[in-house]
């Protein structure tokens, strides 16, 4: 039986593995619910990106939101990455993993002052400025704390990247970004004003896009507006193509990144911009497919109208089903020889919400142990405490090797932090 999503994720003799590690064992180890990640995959994804930008100066920031934990931000900043955050969270993460805050591009419509001054003084390559106010505000703080901020404007450029509407963000009625017609403008305030430095153009469509067409529209209109910008005298030294990239959670076929770059670069070469610094912030794309959460069935609930596989992960585990209707492939890590029942595999949070896949055909039976597929990206990441459930425990896999990354939470952990009232 093939699996959707990585070649890393497959059955071998009845029993799922991810690299050489049987999820199963993995399961009893380590308890469930569980993700587990394989290393190999990640750097295959990632390797697609370095091919396609071989010979050009360029950097690929990891968008780390799709997966913050430590040992992944290391893998990729072994691996050369930089980062893009969205947060003063994030930089921290990336500091204590060993990236380098050089290598950091500033994401998000929120940035505060507080977070501006911790990124100048860690020393950011660029912040990605999403508003006129928030320009102003950034150059007031980097005179202040005598650093000059380098910043490339996010710009909207108005195209459908076709994807589920909570995941756009390239359209006009979306939050993200300095609307077009306003990009000129900004531009030139921005080189008037004392704590700031022009260093490029940044654009980000939306998430799990499935087509080239998009990101060629999107790249039209951004050099267009790198055309009509050094019209003006203000040299724009990068272009930050943002990520967006989707990955295969069923049928979907999105181009590989390897063959999207290069159709994009080719664009960029055609129209005379191949001088300049490619920067692209993948996240779903290079983690996704090389991730899976592994659970236990509690108990199957044969109802009237729908059989219930009730399991031990919930939305507060995985929140994609439940936030987009998101279609998620689950497997059994043991192949059962009996006959397949359509069932809803739902967890234990008490939210009709709570669900992880509608209508699935599994032989399970309490006891085993089933796979949530390509769950490496915006799983754990989104992962909540919702019903005071600590967050699952997380294992990266290379080869025939597991490493705990991450510890599952105790009941302790969740309410540290928290105080009675005075008797
Ligand atoms: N750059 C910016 C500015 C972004 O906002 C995002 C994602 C990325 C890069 C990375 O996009 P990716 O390559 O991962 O598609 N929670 C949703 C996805 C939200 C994406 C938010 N922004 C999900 O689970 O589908």
Redesign the pocket.
Same mark, same amino acid.
């Given at each position: 039986m093939t699996l959707p999503g990585s070649p890393h994720v497959a059955y071998r003799g009845g029993e799922l593995f991810v690299e050489d590690c049987a999820l199963g064992r993995l399961a009893r180890r380590f308890g469930t619910p569980l993700y587990v990640y394989s290393r190999s995959a990640m750097l295959a994804a990632l390797a697609g990106y370095q091919r396609a930008l071989a010979g050009r100066d360029h950097l690929i920031c990891y %968008?780390m939101? %799709?997966n913050s934990n430590l040992a992944v931000l290391q893998i990729f900043a072994q691996a050369g990455c930089g980062f893009?955050i969205?947060s003063g969270g994030e930089l921290e993460r990336v500091l204590a993993a060993g990236g380098d805050a050089a290598k950091v591009v500033f994401?998000?419509v929120g940035k505060t002052r507080a977070e501006m001054a911790r990124a100048l003084e860690a020393g950011v390559a660029c912040f990605?400025v999403e508003s006129e106010s928030e320009l102003e505000l950034l150059s007031q703080v980097a005179v202040q704390v005598g650093r000059t901020a380098r910043i490339s404007l /996010?710009v909207n450029p108005d195209v459908d990247p076709k994807t589920?509407p @909570?995941?756009s963000?390239g359209l006009k009625g979306n939050k993200?970004g300095v609307a077009h017609e306003r990009a000129v403008a900004t531009y030139r305030r921005a080189a008037t004003l004392p704590g700031i430095e022009v260093a490029g153009i940044d654009c980000?469509i939306?998430?799990?896009?499935t087509e080239t067409g998009p990101y060629l529209d999107a790249l039209d209109r951004v050099l267009d507006l790198v055309e009509s910008v050094e019209a003006h005298g203000i040299t724009l030294h990068h272009l930050d193509l943002? #990520?967006? +990239?989707?990955i295969t959670y069923t049928d979907e076929q999105p181009p590989a990144a390897e063959a999207l770059v290069k159709a994009m670069l080719a664009r960029i070469d055609t129209r005379g911009h191949g001088h300049r610094k490619i920067v692209l912030?993948? #996240? /779903?794309? +290079?983690v996704?497919n090389a991730g899976v959460l592994v659970a236990s069935v509690l108990y199957l609930k044969p109802g009237g109208a729908k059989n219930f596989c009730i399991v031990d992960a919930a939305m507060n585990d995985l *929140? /994609?089903p439940a *936030? @987009?209707e %998101?279609w998620m492939s689950i497997v059994s890590c043991t192949l059962r020889d009996e006959p397949p029942q359509t069932m809803d595999v739902v967890g234990p949070v008490c939210e009709s919400g709570d669900w992880l896949g509608r209508d699935r055909h599994l032989a399970v039976q309490p006891g085993d142990t089933v796979a949530v597929l390509s769950a490496g %990206? @915006?799983g754990m990441s *989104?992962a909540s405490n919702y019903n005071t459930r600590g967050r699952a425990a997380e294992v990266m896999v290379s080869g025939a090797q597991a490493w705990l990354i991450r510890d599952r939470e105790a009941p302790a952990d969740l309410f540290r932090g928290e105080h009675l009232l005075p008797r």
């Open positions: %968008a939101k %799709a893009d969205v994401s998000g990605n /996010r589920h @909570y995941i963000t993200f980000h939306g998430s799990q896009i943002g #990520g967006g +990239l989707g912030e993948p #996240g /779903r794309s +290079l996704g *929140m /994609r *936030m @987009y %998101a %990206a @915006y *989104m």
